[in-house]
């Protein structure tokens, strides 16, 4: 990621996205399917992260919201 164009790149965007497309179908659609569900305990777990696998992928996007959301360090006028 680049310092002169921060947030307003697309790079950092399309890793988040990717990272949370990943983290969403492997939780969703890979997960329930592969892993071993022998106690009751290994299934609710299981069935816990498939259904909130959105909510999980979403937790990529928080630093780069926060971030938009607060002024730069570097913005911010220098007192003399």
Known sequence: MSK???LKS???WL???SAALFTFLLL???LPGNVAQ???AG???VDIAAHYAH???FLWFVPMLLALRK???NTKPAFN
């Open 4 to 6: 002169t164009n921060g």
């Open 10 to 12: 697309t790079q950092p």
């Open 15 to 17: 890793i988040n996205i």
């Open 28 to 30: 969703k659609l890979v």
């Open 38 to 40: 022998d106690s009751l």
């Open 43 to 45: 299934q609710a777990l």
């Open 55 to 57: 909510f999980i992928a």
């Open 71 to 73: 002024p730069s360090v």
